[in-house]
């Protein structure tokens, strides 16, 4: 029998493409490219900063209280319905922001919630679900490539929104340009395949019994460790792991929400032109995508733990960087750094989990931990904005993260994989 990855239709490579793409829109150039307008609102409508990121912060808030409904509507309709379905809620949400929403109270409603809930269905859990079933030895490197999507779209967005909009002298063109983003998204969504068994394949394109017979004669070495046992949700609540990893994926948010939500303007307070600030979103999210491949692929190859804790590491020493912005070179430097270690670590998140405690409980485990990550993360550009408001500097907003960054670090040293007690469990060590 031919083996199905060796055939010219894998339909799996095809996934990655569509999904790479997917991601590109909604988190790459919509969620991204608020970075780039939301400067220009504040401009515009003389909205204090603190009140207006509220919208931000219920807008991630309500993402939270949302993934284990994605997690459900994932489990039960498949990622391809959940995807269509979140684009959906998107492409309204984006329309009224461009055509009707004038006053504080309906910007705040529809980025927190309506946009909320668009994101939160077309984007990260339902990409990385559809992977995970569809990837296993291939896994960290595919996650790589789809999730770098994001880092493309939101390197392009920073200097294109901004372009865009002093052109045009209106924040409005933003939003509506994000419209035709996301309906070319919902076109994408239709060719998306959620599962291996819904065109006859299977994971990697091989089926049971050839990848035991390959596994068998070593044809595929396995180089970092794989539970060999599903675990439930309620088993992993029970680790020592689990708890670790979230509370790296919340120091990891909370820094990354600070710059996103605020970088811009923490920099036009340093003196730095607008363009000058947006450059900077732009090296970091160039260096995002640029980490995202490589580091996956390394990430098959090499423990993705450590990964994190280097990846944490350079993390917390380019924020202090950015916080500082000494010149606006190093301060590109800095924020590609952060892209870099940031994209790293958004890889191994999903990794980790996978490789621990298996792909079918990935979305239940997913829907648990990720609320705590979210609600973490939207307190920094509510909070952040008042500091700033209050304070004239972002500087205790800075040290409070960085200290949480460096906490993050520690939990990424210490992660071990998980031992479940069972005489089935047998553990893939590493062939080096």
């Not at 390959?214 to 675990?231: F, Q």
């Amino acid at each position: 029998m031919k083996l199905q990855n060796q055939q010219a239709h894998f339909y799996g490579w095809t996934n990655a493409v569509l999904l790479f793409s997917i991601y590109l829109i909604t988190v790459g150039l919509v969620f991204y490219g608020f970075a780039a307008i939301f400067p220009a609102m504040i401009k515009a409508t003389g909205w204090g900063r603190g009140e207006a990121a509220m919208a931000h912060t219920i807008h991630m808030i309500f993402s939270a209280f949302l993934t284990p409904v994605v997690a459900v509507t994932l489990n039960r309709f498949g990622g391809r319905k959940t995807l269509a379905l979140g684009l959906m809620i998107l492409l309204a949400g984006l329309s009224l922001l461009g055509t009707v929403a004038n006053e504080l109270w309906q910007w705040i409603f529809i980025w927190g919630f309506i946009v909320s809930f668009g994101l939160a269905f077309a984007s990260l859990l339902s990409v990385q679900t559809i992977i995970m079933f569809w990837f296993d030895t291939r896994r960290t490197v595919v996650l790589g490539l789809a999730m770098s999507g994001a880092a493309v779209g939101g390197f392009v967005a920073q200097p294109f929104f901004t372009w865009l909009i002093q052109q045009t002298n209106s924040w409005r063109t933003g939003w509506l340009t994000g419209v035709i983003f996301v309906i070319l998204g919902l076109i994408l969504c239709f060719f998306v395949r959620s599962k291996p068994e819904d065109v006859g394949q299977y994971p990697y394109g091989l089926n049971p019994d050839e990848a035991e017979t390959i596994a068998a004669d070593g044809s595929i070495k396995v180089h970092t460790y794989r539970t060999s046992v599903p675990w439930s949700l309620a088993e992993a609540l029970k680790t020592r792991a689990l708890y670790l990893i979230g509370a790296f994926m919340i120091a990891h948010i909370m820094s990354v929400s600070m710059v996103v939500s605020h970088g811009v303007l923490h920099l036009t307070d340093l003196e730095y032109t607008r363009m000058q600030a947006a450059s900077v979103l732009s090296a970091m999210l160039l260096g995002s995508g640029v980490a995202r491949v490589p580091m996956g692929w390394l990430g098959d190859l090499i423990e993705p733990r450590w990964i994190a804790t280097a990846a944490m590491t350079l993390m917390l020493t380019a924020f202090i960087g950015i916080w500082q912005a000494p010149n606006h070179v190093s301060v590109i430097i800095f924020g590609f750094v952060f892209g870099f270690s940031y994209g790293t670590a958004l890889v191994m998140m999903p990794a980790l989990f996978g490789n621990f405690f298996g792909p079918a409980s990935f979305a239940s485990i997913n829907g648990f931990i990720v609320p705590f990550m979210i609600v973490c993360g939207a307190s920094v550009p509510v909070g952040a904005g008042y500091i700033a408001d209050n304070f004239g500097s972002y500087d205790p907003a800075f040290i409070i993260l960085s200290v949480i960054t460096a906490g993050g670090v520690i939990c990424t040293a210490f992660l071990s994989p998980p031992k479940k007690t069972s005489a089935l469990e047998s553990t893939v060590k590493s062939s080096s």
